[in-house]
């Protein structure tokens, strides 16, 4: 796995961490989207065949109750409701034979489906 690293986070607010794969990788296309101001939103939406499934995106916008902490120039950004899903979670991006992508391990998570997109 990746070493974690950051970049003076506010440890108050601090939500999810990410690897320095991943943060080097979200570097990359947010450079490749070309707007300074976008961070990486994520979040946790109702779904999924066990009940909630992960949402990431770029965002321009950053609400007043959202937590953000900054990972390796990386602005991450959760809303306070995922927060509480996906609090203590860490963010990697894998790159292997079978496949690119990125991945995310949440202690809180109690059961997963088998198409491993949604959890309980």
Do not use: W
Not at 22 to 45: I, Q, S, T
Not at 46 to 69: L, N
């Amino acid at each position: 796995m990746s070493q974690l690293v950051s970049i003076k986070p506010p440890k108050a607010r601090e939500v999810v961490k990410v690897t320095d794969a991943a943060a080097a990788k979200l570097r990359e296309l947010l450079e490749a989207e070309g707007d300074p101001n976008l961070a990486l939103r994520m979040a946790v939406r109702p779904g999924g065949c066990s009940g909630f499934s992960y949402e990431m995106f770029f965002d321009s916008q950053v609400e007043d109750d959202d937590h953000v902490v900054e990972y390796g120039g990386v602005k991450v950004v959760v809303d306070p409701q995922s927060a509480q899903k996906i609090h203590g979670s860490t963010l990697d991006y894998r790159d292997g034979l079978m496949g690119a992508g990125f991945a995310i391990d949440n202690p809180n998570v109690t059961r997963t489906c088998g198409c491993g997109n949604s959890f309980a």
